[in-house]
């Protein structure tokens, strides 16, 4: 529609009124509004995992088990469900992207996360996981301001303090155990100590590893020390070889002079109280001793000295008698 030269004017279509409600209808409709706003916030579920922790005109009330409860709604009652039957995580040094069979990791952005300085001033890349429960909603929700992240610097400072502690030997191979279980102590101890409502269940290293920069001249080190190794424990096994046995031939030898010696003092002794008695009977009767010392000798030597002839020495022509057969000696004399 035009309206003149050069103007046009447009005509938008009415709208229908809307019927008038009478006030009473209008109140009706307000309170069933409210009445439906109230019921559905009246009412909440707390699943199998969970604790209710209601909480009215932000003071603390009560703890609810899992089920279906009532509260008062509109915002009187508040209700926070925390988990106290899952076991939660947090990870340091790296973030799982996607978790299956082959799970995917990222390290970006986390170096100042995962880097240390061991006792003996060596750098480190740490990467660990901490896993735990919730066992007091009420100190987890009240307690601590923003507990998770509080919870997070808690266990950087404990593994910071534990890995300060050690030698990058004792990080890298032998010590990861004791430093996992030393983390789970000191750790349970400080969120005890801020009442966080959190308990510790376990600490597990991941991967600990020198920085990227230093791997190529630790390996090297490593590999050196790994020689060190071999070469001791080759010399050593050699040792036990060969120091046992020459103790054992020493050991011996001692014993075999210690018996000679001993065989030879008893002999002594024994020589020494036969010529004590000896000389003691001599001094009693000389004579009888001397011709009882004389026969006991001759006893010991005739027997000995094979087949004897003895005559004496103012005898002739004993030739004749003498049977010549190359085996009889003639021996003159006293014999």
């Known amino acids: 529609m035009s309206d003149g030269p050069g103007k046009t004017v447009v005509e938008f279509p009415k709208i229908p009124k809307l019927p008038k409600l009478p006030a009473g209808g209008i109140r009706v409709v307000v309170i069933a509004v409210i009445v439906l706003i109230a019921l559905s916030s009246s009412v909440y579920t707390v699943e199998p995992e969970e604790v209710g922790v209601v909480v009215r005109l932000g003071k603390f009330i009560s703890l609810t088990d899992p089920g279906l409860h009532f509260k008062i709604p509109l915002g009187v009652d508040k209700v926070f469900k925390v988990a106290v039957q899952r076991q939660l995580k947090q ?48 100190k987890y929700l009240f307690r601590v301001r923003e507990v998770e992240e509080t919870f997070r610097d808690l266990n950087e400072a404990v593994m910071r303090k ?79 070889k060969v120091v046992p046995r020459a103790k054992g031939e020493a050991r011996q030898t001692i014993q075999q002079a210690e018996g000679y010696a001993l065989d030879r003092v008893n002999r002594s002794q024994g020589d020494a109280s036969r010529f004590n008695s000896l000389y003691s009977e001599y001094r009693k009767a000389p004579e009888v001793t001397r011709t009882r010392i004389y026969l006991e000798t001759m006893e010991k030597i005739l027997p000995r000295a094979g087949r004897k002839v003895i005559l004496d020495d103012k005898l002739e022509g004993v030739l004749p008698l003498m049977n010549l057969d190359g085996t009889a000696r003639l021996q003159g004399g006293d014999q």
Do not use: C, H
């Open 91 to 138: 990870e340091f040094g790296f973030r799982t992207l996607e978790a299956g069979v082959r799970s995917q990791f990222t390290t970006a952005g986390l170096q100042n996360e995962s880097g240390m300085l061991t006792g003996d001033l060596n750098a480190v890349v740490v990467e660990w996981v901490v896993q735990y429960r919730v066992v007091d909603p009420y």
């Open 162 to 240: 534990v890995v300060g502690d050690r030698t990058v030997n004792e990080v890298l191979t032998v010590g990861r155990q004791e430093i996992e279980a030393l983390v789970k102590v000191d750790l349970q101890l400080l969120a005890d100590q801020y009442e966080t409502g959190i308990r510790v269940e376990q600490v597990v290293l991941q991967d600990v590893n020198p920085p990227d920069p230093v791997k190529p001249s630790f390996n090297e080190v490593n590999q050196s020390e790994q020689e060190r190794e071999r070469l001791i424990n080759e010399a050593q096994s050699e040792y036990n």
